[in-house]
């Protein structure tokens, strides 16, 4: 019997999955699913309970947590990058991470082919098969639900028919949670004016002005280490107690409005507490701390990193090549940031460092310099503005009389 590596998620298109391609392909079907910090371990449980109850051959829980961090999400803190300065690529980072372990999975144990749940409809379908082709490409890819076409409806239909009795009531709104943040998806974001309900936010608002609250986020080349009093052995850990302290605060919810892979424009939801906060806090610490030409190169690169990432291409060799200049950045990246936490917002209340190039002994902004003289900025500015002087004067429109 041919081996089958299923990438499950315990929901309805990959249960519909696990059954056809038993019952209908004639596959054995090992199901795995990658914990990229979105699932508990009561939840684990559940998904395998209902995996082996489908029929699968074998069931497997990949902890891909700090893999994901050290070989993607550390990248993303270091290049403070947002999506069309908006989203921190929480779902497209998770599937490239999550691609990679199951097609390592499906080498390992010498499969036939490899399959999906994703539809014909959305980004996911791209990233999983780009993954695929390059790990694993003598790995036959069989995605089900795209290939037939099929309809919720259908799909319920050949569980019932196959003595499948599991309840798939359709939730109002789509949710995707992981290490980097969770989606949320419903028919608001099918639409181009609407805004998501409070009710859709899987993290109710639970706190009022009066429950502000000061923490101090402590870095270490550029890598969170400590919140408050408390060190932290993996950053990961960190991201999801910082995720536990700000999320009864509602903060870090937007919406992202982008292009996708296929073509169309798409609109997404989310909230990610400990992202936006980490991004923002690490982006002050690098303001005060970095030269200001490794800021706008660390700019630019954020933007070819994160449109990479988003398109389902982060094997591209050229990423580790960033990946190597944003860590060359980060030595001196170091120190604590403070910050306020309040109802759906954040103020960053300043940083201190010993690598902070705010440094009084230089000069105070607008009050006082100490590394110059008067006669030394006229000299400068005559110079600088020369080659526009020059421009200007050639260029100047003669007057007729």
């Known amino acids: 019997m041919k081996k089958v590596v299923l990438a499950y998620s315990g929901g309805l298109d990959t249960s519909f999955c696990a059954v056809y391609l038993s019952k209908k392909l004639g596959y054995e079907v090992h199901a795995v699913t990658v914990n990229t910090g979105g699932f508990t371990n009561e939840e684990i449980a559940g998904i395998e309970k209902r995996a082996l109850e489908l029929g699968v051959h074998s069931y497997t829980c990949v902890d891909a947590v700090e893999s994901y961090y050290n070989t993607c999400v550390k990248y993303l803190i270091f290049g403070n990058v947002l999506k069309n300065n908006t989203y921190p690529l929480s779902v497209s980072a998770e599937r ?93 974001t099918l639409t181009s004016h609407l805004n998501i309900p409070e ?66 424009k798409g609109r997404v939801g989310f909230e990610a507490a400990a992202a936006l906060i980490i991004l923002k806090a690490h982006h002050l610490l690098e303001k005060h701390t970095l030269s200001k030409f490794q800021l706008n190169l660390k700019n630019q690169m954020a933007d070819w990193y994160g449109s990479w990432l988003h398109e389902g291409l982060f094997l591209d060799p050229a990423l580790r090549d960033i990946e190597a200049f944003f860590t060359n950045t980060q030595k001196n990246v170091n120190g604590t940031v403070h910050i306020t936490l309040l109802p759906y917002r954040f103020i960053l209340n300043g940083i201190e460092s010993e690598n902070d190039l705010m440094a009084s002994k230089f000069g105070s902004y607008g009050e006082m ?11 400068y500015s005559k110079i600088l503005s020369n080659a526009l002087t020059i421009y200007h004067q050639v260029n100047a429109k003669k007057i007729t009389l």
């Open 96 to 188: 490239t991470i999550q691609a990679q372990s199951i097609a390592q999975y499906a080498k390992n144990i010498n499969a036939d082919a490899i399959a999906h749940g994703s539809t014909g409809a959305g980004n996911d379908q791209v990233r999983f098969d780009v993954i695929f082709n390059v790990v694993c490409p003598s790995i036959e890819i069989i995605t089900p639900i795209r290939d037939l076409k099929l309809s919720r409806e259908a799909e319920i239909e050949f569980l019932k028919e196959n003595n499948i009795e599991i309840n798939f009531e359709k939730a109002l709104y789509s949710i995707n949670k992981g290490l980097w943040g969770t989606s949320v998806g419903g028919k608001e």
């Open 199 to 264: 009710k859709a936010y899987p993290s109710p608002l639970l706190k009022t002005e009066d429950d502000k609250t000061d923490i101090t986020l402590l870095f270490k080349e550029g890598e969170l280490k400590g919140i408050n009093n408390e060190i932290f052995s993996h950053p990961s850990q960190a991201i999801q107690y910082l995720e536990e302290l700000a999320k009864p605060f509602a903060i870090g919810r937007d919406i992202h409005v982008g292009d996708t892979i296929v073509g169309i």
């Open 369 to 379: 310099n100490l590394g110059w003289s008067g006669e030394d900025v006229k000299g």
